[in-house]
């Protein structure tokens, strides 16, 4: 057992690199999308008070109707949101953490060529305080402007979180456990939203008095990685290949892997040095214009294209409502929807068990196909469900509503298998050192567009076509499992120039 422990490079500083890494870059990305989500009605609430302060007692006012008459509860439920300007404001409040994000995505290849994987990593704990300190305190200073700032801010540290910890997992992992290491990013991610979901109920923190701790708690994981990760190693792969510093990472290698017989890891590092010399320095425009990374870079960017695009923001829409109409009361359906998160935890970890046995292809497109045929279903038994009959006159609502539930749930657990955790490692496994950080930037980059695209258009197509919204989405599967199928190559156990060589032959 110890020898193939060793083999592997299952060691304590490999898991302890990877824990800080997690848990301070991945961990914090999640909480940010999770968080906003459950106090959304009492920070509404909120920023109707602040915008009603402003005005003052003058009811003369014309705003003063607006915003400052007494709601009663199912007003505050259901009509708050009607408030058109209201409602401008907090999709800025949701939105611009996406704009953050890409912008943020953006600048990857500068930090990380510059500063390296883990220096990255500690600088942008300065964005995360930054954005703590400025979302702890909008209450107290009565100004939704400083949540919205906030949230841009954590959405500048989340466009390099969203990125860096793959390519810092899948440098300093043996090639063995690389997809296994690289899909704990996304395990992170999911246990974070879990986290955020259950801290964000209302007798816990999702009220008008815990917000602002809910929200302020980001500030753990940047304080957490500050302290441990300084002790852990940089990728070697960029000492050595970007850095030119041989000695550094030998010593790292041999501190991540607990032994001194490297020798296999540092040739293969020689040999990538040796053809990086003959090569010029990759640029963004490279990335295009040469025809094989030219190639590569559309198989990057398509996996973030299809992780985006496959329906998995729609369905999570959709979800409190269709638990909802399977008779579940609002409370319960708020549970349900946390269950769902779990499940979505639970089924990450095991993506990140199967990974290393099945392959990357073939649980990208066992998650596609699932997705595919969960959607289709889930269209039939939301129409269902609306027309209360089938042809033969049966009353079908009740089977219909929790038909649709069971399709939400298999929808998550297909994500999660695959399509959730892969793409973000696979980008790096796909290229050498020099294009390396370029391309991820760009991968990220349309991730992040394709997650802003989605936020402005989806609600627009879905009060359009309510639920044949997913009919889209069934299309777009298909065409995603027919690309996977023809496209993306299997990297499980690869070295990276046998990869490279796979990818020259179809060229």
Same mark, same amino acid.
């Given at each position: 057992?110890? +020898? ?244 550094? $990472? ?6 991540? +892997? ?77 549970? $349900? ?100 950080? $370029? ?6 980059? !349309? ?16 009060? $359009? ?15 995603? !499992? ?26």
């Amino acid at each position: 057992m110890a +020898r193939t422990t060793q083999r592997q490079g299952l060691t304590g500083p490999l898991v302890f690199a990877i824990l800080s890494a997690a848990f301070g870059s991945s961990f914090l990305f999640g909480y940010n999308i999770g968080v906003i989500n459950a106090p959304q009605t009492v920070m509404g609430l909120w920023i109707r008070k602040v915008k009603c302060s402003r005005i003052g007692n003058n009811s003369a006012d014309e705003s003063w109707g607006q915003w400052c008459p007494e709601l009663d509860t199912q007003d505050k439920q259901e009509h708050m949101f009607e408030n058109g300007t209201l409602n401008l404001i907090w999709s800025v409040v949701a939105s611009i953490f996406c704009l953050g994000g890409l912008i943020g995505a953006l600048t990857t290849s500068f930090f990380v060529n510059r500063f390296g994987r883990k220096g990255t990593l500690l600088i942008n704990n300065v964005s995360g305080i930054i954005a703590a300190a400025l979302l702890s305190f909008p209450s107290l200073a009565g100004s939704y402007e400083m949540l919205i700032a906030g949230r841009f801010v954590a959405g500048l540290n989340a466009g390099l979180n969203s990125g860096v910890p793959p390519m810092y997992f899948t440098e300093i992992s043996p090639s063995s456990l690389r997809g296994a290491i690289g899909s704990v990013h996304q395990l992170f991610i999911t246990i974070a939203i879990f986290v955020s979901q259950i801290l964000g109920l209302p007798y816990i923190l999702g009220n008008s008095y815990g917000w602002p701790i809910l929200m302020g708690l980001t500030i753990v994981p940047c304080v957490v990685q500050l302290l441990t990760l300084p002790f852990c190693q940089e990728s070697p792969k960029f000492l050595y290949l970007s850095k030119g510093d041989e000695r550094g $990472a030998n010593d790292a290698l041999v501190r991540l +892997r607990k032994r001194t017989d490297i020798r296999d890891e540092m040739d293969e590092m020689k040999l990538e040095h040796e053809q990086m010399k003959n090569e010029p320095t990759v640029t963004f425009r490279d990335l295009f214009v040469n025809p094989f990374l030219r190639k590569i870079t559309i198989i990057a960017v398509m996996l973030m294209v299809m992780q985006q695009l496959s329906g998995i923001n729609a369905v999570m829409f959709y979800s409190t409502s269709i638990f909802r109409s399977a008779g579940l009361t609002p409370d319960q359906a708020a549970y $349900a929807t946390i269950g769902m998160g779990g499940i979505n935890v639970l089924m990450t970890f095991v993506s990140v068990i199967l990974v290393e046995k099945a392959g990357r292809k073939t649980l990208l497109l066992i998650g596609f196909s699932g997705m595919m045929i969960t959607t289709v279903l889930l269209t039939v038994f939301m129409l269902l469900y609306k027309s209360g009959v089938v042809p033969d006159g049966e009353n079908t609502q009740g089977w219909a509503a929790w038909a649709s539930l069971s399709c939400v749930i298999l929808f998550v657990i297909f994500f999660a298998t695959g399509p959730g955790s892969i793409p973000w490692f696979l980008v790096s496994e796909l290229f050498s050192q020099g294009p390396r950080a $370029a391309a991820t930037t760009i991968a990220v980059g !349309v991730n992040w567009l394709c997650n802003l695209i989605v936020a402005l258009a989806f609600p627009f197509i879905q009060a $359009a076509i309510k639920e044949y919204t997913f009919i889209i989405f069934a299309v777009l599967l298909a065409l995603f !499992v027919t690309y996977t199928w023809f496209k993306v190559p299997e990297t499980k156990g690869k070295r990276l120039e046998e990869i490279q060589a796979e990818l020259r032959q179809n060229l």
